[in-house]
């Protein structure tokens, strides 16, 4: 009885490693979620915090990866709390467990999966990327941990700063940056976006970041625009990955809504967006059909920002992954002849900073007969 215990139990063992291995992965459908390179740079969709059973999450590690094969992510990064446990007695507190397990699925299935951590110390919470060791802060006051996870090579970046307080930047915070302990911060957790820092991050330059602070298993809703942060990376490995988050190349991505630098906002669009009918030939009077095509993920709202006075535009939408067209009206008092136009288009959901949006160009050449 005891060795066919021992026999049911090493099947049972090699029945659920096959179901989780990739030969069994045809019914998780991957979400291509296209996003356009920017010149010279990898995009790539990442959430850099993520909670399993080993703190106070709801799911085995390897369904993160799972989750981030279906829904389209390349890069995510295993946040559990440092100092908090309550399945403790069910699970090991050894915070180099959820990486070790979820790390051979995310290889199997090209997840590139970050080491890390979320130091959980009173009100003001970070996360702690490439922690090679992420047993290090336990146990420590925040600056103490804080120091602690930078020694050890950590990305740090602030978490979720209105979670407990109206967002803004707080005196308390300032001895951190002082010592230069963090470099980015949560701009969008979850579904918040948090406003009331944006303009201090912007000054003092830290990287943008939006992610999804999951706990418990993700259902379409939270499916249904989530937060990604965008990484403008030269090499698509953690190196790469490391070197875009220390030089600020990121972007937040969330619900329809992108924030992020004028350089990077613009190669998406560029990357994204193709004018099919860049020139033409219209009477005075009539009108003419500007059309673009999306290969992207994105939307784009677009408003006319600048156009000749006899030439009259709508704001139009442009949905992911499809075309528009956009009717141009020409005044019957337009001049005759060739024009060479810059149409000024704002992207009313693509920021750059505190209530300023992406500007584009879009070249037009019209002949009014």
């Known amino acids: 009885m005891i060795r066919l215990h021992r026999f049911a139990v090493l099947t049972l063992a090699a029945l659920l490693t096959l179901a989780l291995s990739t030969t069994a992965f045809s019914q998780h459908v991957r979400n291509p979620l296209p996003v356009p390179d920017v010149e010279g740079f990898k995009t790539l969709k990442c959430d850099f915090h993520l909670h399993t059973v080993f703190s106070d999450g709801r799911v085995w590690p390897t369904v993160r990866v799972i989750e981030a094969y279906r829904q389209g992510l390349d890069v995510i990064a295993l946040t559990d709390h440092d100092d908090y446990h309550p399945w403790a007695p069910h699970v090991s507190e050894d915070l180099m467990r959820p990486h070790e ?9 090209g997840i590139i999966l970050i080491p890390g951590i979320e130091i959980t110390k009173g009100e003001w919470h970070f996360n702690a990327l490439f922690l090679e060791d992420r047993n ?34 707080f005196p308390e915070i300032d001895p951190l940056w002082d010592s230069q302990l963090f470099s980015g911060i949560e701009l969008v957790n979850g579904k918040t ?48 990955i490391r070197e875009a988050l220390e030089a600020r190349r990121t972007a937040a991505w969330m619900g329809g809504e992108v924030w992020g630098s004028k350089e990077m906002l613009t190669g998406l669009w560029e990357g994204a967006v193709k004018v099919e009918n860049s020139s033409g030939t219209v009477a005075a009077g009539g009108s ?5 095509s999306n290969s992207s993920a994105f939307e784009f709202r677009i ?24 009717a141009a009206r020409i005044a019957e008092e337009a001049p005759q002849g060739s024009h060479e136009i810059d149409l000024v288009f704002k992207i009313t959901n693509f920021h750059t900073g505190p209530g300023e949006n992406l500007v584009v160009n879009v070249p037009l050449r019209l002949v009014v007969e």
């Open 136 to 169: 290090v802060t336990k146990n420590l006051e925040k600056k103490e941990a804080l120091i602690a996870a930078k020694k050890h090579g950590a990305f740090v970046f602030w978490n979720h700063p209105g979670w407990q307080r109206p967002e803004r930047w």
């Open 101 to 109: 397990l979820a790390k051979p699925m995310a290889d199997e299935l």
């Open 303 to 326: 408003d006319a920002a600048a156009k000749p006075e006899w030439l009259s535009l709508r704001g139009s939408r442009l949905a992911a992954q499809s075309g528009m067209a956009v």
């Open 193 to 240: 976006v948090y406003d009331g820092i944006y303009q201090e991050m912007m000054d003092k330059n830290l990287a943008i970041l939006s992610n999804t602070d999951w706990h418990m298993p993700a259902t379409e809703g939270d499916i249904e625009g989530r937060a990604i942060t965008l990484v403008f990376a030269r090499t698509a490995d953690p190196s790469g």
């Open 288 to 292: 003419y059909t500007l059309r673009l």
